[in-house]
Every structure is written in structure tokens, then in C-alpha cells.
């Protein structure tokens, strides 16, 4: 391997198309596989949610799937299920996803179904399916934050990292309180708003014929009228590139080990400097060489685990996660001091970590992109953040760019004492709502 | 582009489909090495990968009570290096060519993999001999391993999910059947575990007799076969296959665990029963009445205590089969103070199934789902190794996954029936409730399934 060496890896097909009501497509034929993959992002998430109707995009995307005015409730995983196809959707910061993976003879039946519930879910709505909905979301808050150890640290970690009037400070999944006040105004005004085909991008990736694929996206899609223009988002977005200090919370609660969580702000997805942080984050924690797992996990043993995360975001910065598993009797301050060594000592970074990086980075890339599904998903994504789908194809030689001075300079600018929010975990009796800590 | 070409859509109904492609199971060349490995290679082109999988007779369902975790801790311990690359030198070597070792344990068997770009190929496959062939489980790894080991299984008891699965199993099966432990092992089990124990292990049961190498990827079958050869055809070692495995019930009839965790929000829910091994002549039909059940979005429990009730955000059943009568069951966390209604609910669903079968539509629906979804799960070299893996662990036909949607479209409404009412015994049901005993505890008794036993959580 060479760094230097150019990279032909990656070559995903692209063509791209609008319609002239706005909707963004972007076509990637591959017929290897008789599949396809429907991929669908509307810009539209958490970071949207006005206060009080925290969760709502989220509860939102559970309602596109209680039928449109053509469908019926149940009907579209019925049909998508009987297709032979999978489906799902994900509401996350910046954008909610919608997608079918079927046997490419049912395309159009995706196609239908996408557009039946982009243009027409209103006339489907009733007090009932929300109230339906409203239970599943709460139990799904249930289960995933409320009843399961750590569930809640995205939450948490949010407001830390986040001031309160920025649309990053609360979780995706809302409040239980907010849950339960959605109505169904908040549904039409919602879809009104966003839903629109002007922000959206669909992306189809695997065994079609492009032009024959296209009349039949323009068939269904074209008749659906443009929407006004997105409203700017709420609070405040103009904030600091580093948190600005050392903020920190500690829980005391049902978890089996003690875990410290770190999380700083790094540039945005769209920003200069966003390789770096990947990089960066791949030499720290990711795999079993990196030196978070080599220091703490294999030599000083002093944690059962690590993990480093970008999280890829739009506004204002990205999100850059570690966490640090203890053992049941460590201690909190010897995990955060062995994590910050780690990070102090980022400058001594090597020419043989930047190669590790980005081998790791083709193998995953490479893996990634064999789904149709993971594909139409990731031209999605650098159609709705970079207006570029073919943008994916450079991805590899974007980390390979990374170079050792701007990984150093990284670490000073972003890694220091005023870019951290640590959120400690510990095992013991569960604090009662409103008791002092 | 516009609109303007575009004649009026009726958007009535769903749009006819188109014509329906082929789709072929990749076709499996089968060689045996003279020390009894058995090659199986697939050619995948689709992406300049290949996927490297060592198959053996090595899993957890061999072992006592009292070393259980050993074949986990033991494909754990790989990563401790080998007499020539320490474990930090293997983890670099690995991640120096992008790639990572895989070691996946279970019941009955023990895989250990690795997928890489195809041009880096005999250099993974050197590292995979070498971490494999040439481990030296060095002390101080295995008592770090240990000691991760532990702390997993005091993760998954304070995981309500998990430990629901795993008071599940032990409720179910007598404690002579492995099945009724946790995978990894217990506590008390793991503490006793060490080097001797993984050394001896993985000398008697880490041998090529039995064991499969699969290759799936972007390689030419010739080239593969000879980096095999060369790296793995001086492997030795027999070991005698493990006896096969009775399973019995903890009891008879109907009865309701309660695990006490107090506060709980929630409760885990399983209700099960002692199912099917994966030898079973029904797998096909049990996959159908599975999917009309609890095995698909669209299933009965689904549309149920989802869609209608809103109870939970997901519930599912499943057949677990192994080599011996893996478990069925259902699963679904629920409000604590709806948690006997969503039980009743469930089992309703259960015993009508059973009582009147599924509908032809239903059935229609379910093989329409299968068939359709099974190439879906073959795109990515790993996949396809999966599934070769998977006949090689139960020794089943070369073609099963070529013949796998005949099979499937060849189930009949009354035979997914037929196999349902001789699978599951609704008089012989286990419910597992993990959650908040003051809550849960008299309601459940008043649905009068049976004796309600209460025990406090870990």
C-alpha cells in the first residue's frame, strides 16, 4: 500500500435529474443483482423541532407509515412486504430517511407508495392512528432510553455539548411529555412545511434501466406541486467552534460498569477540516491498534472497552464521541486521565496511523457499498449535504489527503481543555427524580 | 426536465410489476484438503473483496456446565498473537491491510474470519493462519480476556433485554441440556477458565477434521485454492466430534417466571418453548407459519399489539434451531402496567394460529416475503460466506440455498399448519417477565395461565 498511490476504488455510477417541482434524483445503475434500492431524504430532523414538540419529526415518520390517501393503514408494509422488499426509515439531526430495498421488478410499487404518501398522506390521518403512534413512540422511548443502561447518554450528552436554544440541545426521540402533545395541526403543518419535494432527494441504486426508471419517477413524482421555501431553523445556531471549557455530569444509576463518555465539538460534515477529524478519530479509537484500545483496554487495562464516533453533522459543528468502559471497581478519574493522555499525546501521531486510517477506511467503504441499500443511502447523503452524490467516489482520497501536520494542528485546536463535556456513568442506587445528588 | 410528457397516473391501486429477474445462489465449488478441510470456494465479483472463513466443530453446546464461555473465551483469546507477531503486532498486521480479525462462537460452532480487498488476499490469509494455526494464548491476554469476559456477563445482567433471553432459556431447559446457560458461560464458570483450559480447548477442537474453509469474493477458484493449501494444508489435528444433544423441559405445563427488577419501566417479555433442531424435516413450512405469526412487520403480533393496541414498539417470534432443539419463541418489551394484557394478547394470537391456521393469503404473503427477501441478504461477500458456513456447520446438501426459494414457494397453507400444531405445544408454554414484580405479578396471576414464580434480579 501507498498513500500516494491514486485510487480508482471506488466507482459508483451517477446521473443526476430534477424535476421541476425540486425534487433532486440521482440514478446509480448496477445490474449485477436483480434488486433495487429506493432511498428517499427529506431535510428535515430533530434540529427543525420547534420547543414543546421535541420528538415530533420523529413521531412524524411513524405516521408516513399509517397510509396515504391511496393506501391504506397497514397496506404499505403489506405491499412492500409481499413484494419481497424491505423497508424502514430513520429520523436523525438533519434529515429523515425512507427506503425500500425489493426484487427489481417492483420498483414502481416503491415509486407509488413514496409518492402517494409525498403528496397525498394528509386525506389518510386520523386522531386515532396518531394516538396509536403516540404509544409505540413512547414505548419505544421506553425501551431504548428509559429501561436499558446508559439509554439515555445521547440525550445527555447533547445538552452538554449544546446550548439550550441550539436545535442540537435535545435528543431525537423527545420528551415523553412532548410525545404525547403532538396533535393532528402539528401533522398537517409538519408536512406542509417540509414534506415537499423540493426537500427531498431520491436516490434509486442497484438493477433498473435509467430512462425507464426515470419516466416512471416523473409519472409519479412530477404532479406533486413544489412547497414553499424551507423555513431557517429555530434558535440560535451562531455558536463557538470549541464548547468553550470543561463541563461535566455524573449519573448515578442502573448501569452494570462505570463509563465515561467525552464529547467535543468538531467541524461540520460540510466543513474544511472534516477529514481531519476522521482521521483523527480512527488513529484515537477506531479498531484494535488504535491507541485508545492498545493504551487502555490491552497495556493499562484499566477499561473493558473503548470507542471513538463521528457523528456526521450539518449545523454549526459535528459531534466527536469517546466512550471508556471500566471494570466494576474502577475509578472514574484514572479513565478520564488515561483518555486525556491519549489525546494529549496526538501530536506524536505517525506517518504508519495515517496508512492504518486509510486502509481501514477503502475495506469499509468498499464492504459498505456492496448493499444497494447502504449505497442509495450515502448518495443521499452527499446529494442532500453537498448538492454532489459523486462526491463518494472521492471519499477515499479525501482521507488520504489528511496529512500528519494537519492531524497535530487538529488535536491542539479541538482536543484541548476547552472543547470537553464529560458525562460519567456509575454504578449505585438510582437518584429519585428532584433528590440532590 | 418537467412534467409536461406525463400522462395523468391513476394511483388507485398499486402498479402492475415488471418481469421478474433470476436470481442465482453463487455456485460452490467443494474440494477436501488431505487433512480433512473441507474448501468450499464461491466466486462474487460484484466488488473487489474477498471473505476468508475457517468453520469448526467448536462451540459453547460441547461443554459442561462448569467450563461454559470456554469455546467463546478461547476464540477470544486469538487475538493474544502467536509466537511471531505479539497481539499488538497482529491487530496492526490486520489493520494495516484494512482488515480485522472475526471470531464468531456459538452453539455449535466456531468461525473465524476475515474479509479484505481481493489484492490483499494471501497476505489476510497468511494473518488468518497465523492467528489461528499459530496461537500462543499468552497468560497475561487470556486473564485480560477473562476479566472482559466477566464484565460482559455482568452487562448482560443488568441489560434487561438480555436478561430476559437468558432467564428464558433457563427456564426452559433442564439443566442437563446446555441450551438452559447463557452463551458465554456464568460467573462462576468463566472465573474457573485460564490458559490450560483454552490451550487444551482449541488443541482438541480447533483441528481441520470437520472443519470448512470458505472463500467467497473477487479471486480466481485456482488461486484460492493453492493460497489455502499452502497456508492451511499442513494444519493437523482430530478431534472427535461432540455427542449429540437430548433436550428436556425444566417442567410440564404452563408457568410464569417473574424476574424482580424493581422501578422498571418496562417489562421484557418471552414466552417459549423447547422448538426445533435444525435437522428438522418442517423448517420450511415452520418458516411460513413463523412469518404469519410474529416473523414479518405484517405478522399477527405485530398488526396486533403494535398497530392496534400501540402496546410495544416492536414484537417478533422466532425458531432458533441449532444441531439439537434450539428454542421458539416470542419476545416484546411492554408497559409495565399493560404487561399481563399484551401476555394475553400475544397468546391469543399464538393459540389461534394454532387452533384455525393461517389463511391462503396470509400463507401467499409470507412465501411472497421470503422467497422475495432472500436474494436481498446475498449482496455482500460476508453474507454469502454466512449461508456456506451455515451448510457446513449442519452438513447440509451443497445446494440447499440454490433450491432455498423452490422450497419456500412449495409450502402449502394446510403443511405451514400442520407444522405449527406439531412444533408448539400452546399446554406447554414457558412466559418470562422481567420487570417490576409489584406491578406485574397480580395481574398475571389473574390471567390463570399457571404458577407464578417470583425471584429477585441479579
Known amino acids: 500500500m501507498n498513500r500516494e498511490e491514486e485510487g480508482t476504488l471506488l466507482n459508483v455510477p451517477v446521473e443526476r435529474h430534477r424535476l421541476s417541482n425540486g425534487l433532486r434524483i440521482t440514478l446509480s445503475m448496477d445490474r449485477s443483482v436483480p434488486i433495487v434500492a429506493v432511498n428517499l431524504w427529506y431535510g428535515v430532523g430533530s434540529r427543525n423541532e420547534r420547543p414543546g414538540r421535541t420528538g415530533f419529526a420523529h413521531l412524524f415518520e411513524h405516521m408516513m407509515f399509517q397510509g396515504s390517501a391511496n393506501v391504506p393503514k397497514n397496506r404499505h408494509f403489506e405491499l412492500v412486504e409481499q413484494a419481497g422488499g424491505t423497508l424502514n426509515a430513520s429520523t436523525w439531526f438533519d434529515r429523515t430517511n425512507y427506503y425500500e430495498t425489493l426484487p427489481s421488478h417492483h420498483l414502481e410499487l416503491a415509486l407509488w407508495l413514496e409518492s402517494d404518501r409525498m403528496g397525498w398522506m394528509l386525506p389518510a390521518m386520523t386522531q386515532e392512528k396518531l394516538e396509536n403512534q403516540q404509544g409505540v413512540v413512547k414505548n419505544e422511548r421506553k425501551e431504548r432510553y428509559d429501561n436499558q443502561p446508559y439509554g439515555d447518554w445521547d440525550e445527555r450528552m447533547q445538552a452538554l455539548v449544546f446550548p439550550s436554544d441550539h436545535p442540537y440541545h435535545h435528543s431525537v426521540i423527545g420528551s415523553m411529555e412532548d410525545i404525547g402533545a403532538a396533535t393532528l395541526e402539528d401533522v398537517a403543518e409538519f408536512f406542509q412545511t417540509f414534506y415537499v419535494p423540493n426537500n427531498a432527494v431520491l436516490t434509486l441504486a442497484g438493477d433498473f434501466d435509467p430512462g425507464h426508471a426515470l419516466r416512471s419517477i416523473e409519472r409519479y413524482f412530477s404532479e406533486i406541486p413544489q412547497g414553499a421555501p424551507i423555513p431557517p431553523l429555530p434558535g440560535n445556531q451562531q455558536i463557538s467552534s470549541v464548547i468553550g471549557g470543561v463541563v461535566e455530569e455524573e449519573v448515578v444509576g442502573n448501569v452494570p460498569l462505570p463509563r465515561v463518555y467525552l464529547g467535543l465539538r468538531v467541524p461540520r460534515l460540510v466543513a474544511e477540516g472534516f477529514h481531519t477529524a476522521d482521521v483523527a478519530a480512527t488513529v484515537l479509537g477506531g479498531g484494535k491498534a488504535s491507541r485508545l484500545h492498545r493504551s487502555l483496554v490491552r497495556e493499562k487495562r484499566v477499561a473493558k472497552d473503548v470507542l471513538a464516533y463521528l457523528f456526521p453533522l450539518q449545523t454549526s459543528a459535528s459531534l466527536l464521541l469517546f466512550w471508556v468502559t471500566g471494570y466494576p471497581d474502577s475509578d472514574p478519574d484514572t479513565l478520564r486521565a488515561a483518555l486525556l493522555e491519549e489525546l494529549d499525546g496526538l501530536e506524536s501521531v505517525t506517518d504508519e496511523e495515517l496508512d492504518r486510517a486509510v486502509a481501514l477506511t477503502e475495506t469499509h467503504l468498499v464492504r459498505s457499498i456492496q448493499q444497494v441499500g447502504t449505497r442509495a443511502d450515502l448518495l443521499s447523503m452527499f446529494d442532500q449535504s453537498f448538492d454532489d452524490p459523486g462526491r463518494l467516489n472521492g471519499e477515499v482520497e479525501r482521507v488520504r489527503a489528511v496529512t500528519l501536520g494537519q492531524v497535530r494542528e487538529f488535536g491542539e485546536r479541538f482536543l484541548g481543555p476547552d472543547n470537553r463535556a464529560f458525562l460519567t456513568y456509575l454504578p449505585g442506587e438510582v437518584q429519585e427524580p428532584g433528590e440532590d445528588q | ?458
Open chain 2, 1 to 458: 426536465m418537467t412534467g409536461r410528457d406525463v400522462s395523468p397516473v391513476d394511483r388507485s391501486s398499486p402498479p402492475e410489476s415488471g418481469s421478474v429477474r433470476s436470481f442465482d445462489f453463487p455456485p460452490i465449488l467443494s474440494s477436501d484438503l488431505a487433512n480433512g478441510l473441507g474448501l468450499r470456494i464461491a466466486r462474487m465479483t460484484r466488488a473487489p473483496l474477498v471473505t476468508m472463513a475457517v468453520v469448526m466443530d467448536a462451540g459453547e453446546a460441547a461443554l459442561p456446565d462448569r467450563s461454559a464461555g470456554l469455546a467463546v473465551l478461547t476464540g477470544e483469546a486469538l487475538e493474544g498473537g502467536s509466537e511471531k507477531l505479539s497481539g499488538l503486532e497482529l491487530a496492526d498486521a490486520l489493520e494495516g491491510i484494512g482488515s480485522g480479525l472475526s471470531v464468531r462462537t456459538g452453539w455449535d460452532a466456531t468461525i473465524v474470519s476475515l474479509t479484505c480487498l481481493a489484492d490483499r488476499m494471501e497476505e489476510g490469509m497468511s494473518l488468518l493462519a497465523e492467528a489461528l494455526l499459530r496461537s500462543s494464548f499468552p497468560e497475561e491476554e487470556i486473564d485480560r480476556l477473562r476479566r472482559q469476559r466477566l464484565a460482559v456477563i455482568r452487562q448482560r445482567q443488568m441489560d434487561p433485554g438480555s436478561l430476559a433471553d437468558d432467564a428464558a432459556a433457563d427456564f426452559i431447559y433442564s439443566e442437563s441440556v446446555p441450551y438452559h446457560r447463557p452463551l458465554g458461560g456464568t460467573q462462576e464458570s468463566v472465573e474457573s477458565l485460564g490458559r490450560e483450559e483454552a490451550r487444551a480447548f482449541a488443541e482438541e477442537r480447533f483441528t481441520p477434521s470437520g472443519a470448512g474453509f470458505v472463500v467467497v469474493g473477487d479471486v480466481e477458484v485456482s488461486e484460492a485454492r493453492s493460497l489455502v493449501e499452502t497456508h492451511f494444508g499442513g494444519w493437523a489435528g482430530k478431534g472427535t466430534p461432540p455427542g449429540a444433544i437430548t433436550a428436556t423441559p425444566r417442567f410440564e405445563g404452563r408457568r410464569v417466571l417473574v424476574m424482580d427488577r424493581p422501578g422498571s419501566v418496562q417489562s421484557e417479555v418471552r414466552i417459549g418453548q423447547i422448538g426445533i433442531s435444525r435437522a428438522t424435516p418442517l423448517f420450511f413450512p415452520l418458516k411460513i407459519f413463523n412469518a404469519v405469526l410474529g416473523g414479518a412487520f405484517t405478522s399477527r403480533l405485530m398488526l396486533n399489539l403494535r398497530e392496534k393496541q400501540g402496546f410495544t414498539y416492536g414484537v417478533r417470534s422466532r425458531f432458533s434451531p441449532r444441531k439439537g432443539p434450539g428454542p421458539f419463541g416470542i419476545s416484546m418489551a411492554v408497559a409495565t402496567e399493560v404487561t399481563a394484557t399484551a401476555v394475553r394478547e400475544a397468546l391469543t394470537e399464538l393459540e389461534g394460529l394454532l387452533e384455525a391456521g393461517p389463511t391462503e393469503g396470509e400463507v401467499e404473503r409470507a412465501r411472497d416475503y421470503i422467497a422475495g427477501v432472500f436474494p436481498l441478504a446475498l449482496e455482500t461477500t460476508g453474507q454469502v460466506a454466512a449461508r456456506i458456513s451455515e451448510i457446513q456447520v449442519y452438513g447440509l446438501p451443497l445446494d440447499f440455498f440454490s433450491t432455498y426459494r423452490d422450497e419456500i414457494r412449495g409450502v402449502s397453507t394446510s403443511s405451514a399448519h400442520e407444522a405449527g400444531r406439531a412444533t408448539i405445544n400452546p399446554a406447554e408454554l414457558a412466559v418470562i417477565v422481567v420487570g417490576d414484580a409489584e406491578g406485574v405479578v397480580g395481574p398475571l396471576e389473574e390471567l390463570g395461565l399457571g404458577p407464578v414464580e417470583v425471584v429477585s434480579g441479579p
